[in-house]
C-alpha cells in the first residue's frame, strides 16, 4: 500500500513523526481537500445545509441582483457568471434561471475541486466549464462572481499568545489504544510579525487567526475583477476584523464536533475576516459595498415579495416558503452572522442590496 492509499489521520500522524507538529493551518487544509474530493457533504443526508439549498429564492435574488447590475453596465455580451465553491451548482441553476428573464445568459464557469462535486454540478448544469485555481478562470470577458460560503473552508493560521509572546499554534499526534489522537499545542515558531495592531493588548492564552488562503485567493479574484470588469458578491458568515479569537469549528451530521477528531470526515471552517478580504478588494482598486447582514441584503433585493409570489402561486408550500425566508433572514437564524459583501470595478454599477 503506497502513503498515498493510506487513511488521512494515519498520513498525518506519520508527517508529524517524521517532521514534527503541523500547523493549524496545514492541519485544516489537508482536512478539508480530503473531505470536500470525498463526498457531498450537503442536504439532510450529509452534514449541514447552506442558503441556496433551504430556498431557491436565495439564488434567484442574486440572479437577479446580477442580471441588474450587468443590465445598468451596458448589457455586454461576453460576460461570464462565476462560482466558488458552487456546491452542487443548486445556487447557479436558480440564478441563471432568474438571469434567464432579463434576457441575459452569461457563460458558466465554476472554481471547484471536488471530483464528487463537480459530478452532481454537471448533471444539474451540463454546460458548466470546471476550473481548479480562480487564476485559471476565462481572460476573455468581465467577471460576475458569486463566492457562498467559500471564504470560510480556507485554512488560517493561527497564533497563541503565550508569556507575552505570539506563537505558532500548531497540531500534535499521539497513538494510543483508541487509535491516533490530534491535538492543538503551542509551537516553538515565535510569531513577529503579520499580526494586527489589537494583538499587541492581548492576554495570554488569545488566539489571532490570520487568514493567509483567504487573502491569497481574494487577491487572485479582485485583480481579475480590475483587470476584465465585472462585480462580485460574497456571502459568509464572519465579522469586520481585526478581532482576537478562536473561531475554528468543525460540524458533522449537521451537529458541531470536535475540530481535531477524525481528520477529513468532519468540515472545519473559521468566520470570515471581512475588514481583511474587502481589504485586498481596494487595494485592487475596485469599490466595496458591506458588509451587511444576509437579512438586510436578501431583504432589499426583495425576498418578501419574493416569499409572497412563491406562496400565492403554490399555496400547499406557503409554510415551508415562510419557514425558509425566516430561517434566511432572521437576526436569531442566518440573518446577522451571515453577511454579504459587493465589490465593483470602478466602470460598473453598483449591485443593489447594499444600501446604495
Known sequence: MSVDDLPLSERLARQIEAGGPISVAHFMGEANQHYYATRDPLGMEGDFTTAPEISQMFGELIGL????VWMRSGRRPEAFYAELG???GTLAADALRAM???????????????PVLRERQRALL??????DRIEALPEAGPLLVVANEFFDA????QCIRVNGEWRERVVLASRGEDGIRFVPAVGYRRIESGLPAIAASADDGHIVETPLAGAEAAYALA??????????IIVDYGYEGPAIGDTLQAVRDHRFADPFADPGEVDLTTHVDFTMIGNMARQAGLRVLGPVGQGVFLGELGI?????QLAQTSPERADEVEAARLRLTSPDAMGTLFKAMAWV?????????FGV
Open 223 to 232: 485583480h481579475r475583477i480590475a483587470k476584465q470588469g465585472g462585480a462580485a
Open 154 to 157: 480556507l485554512p488560517v493560521r
Open 126 to 131: 451540463p454546460h458548466v466549464v470546471h476550473h
Open 86 to 88: 458552487p456546491g452542487r
Open 304 to 308: 418578501d415579495a419574493r416569499a409572497a
Open 345 to 353: 470595478h470602478p466602470d460598473w454599477a453598483d449591485p443593489a442590496g
Open 100 to 114: 434567464e428573464r432579463a434576457a441575459f445568459a452569461p457563460r458558466l464557469h465554476f472554481v471547484e475541486t471536488s
Open 65 to 68: 441582483c446580477l442580471a441588474d
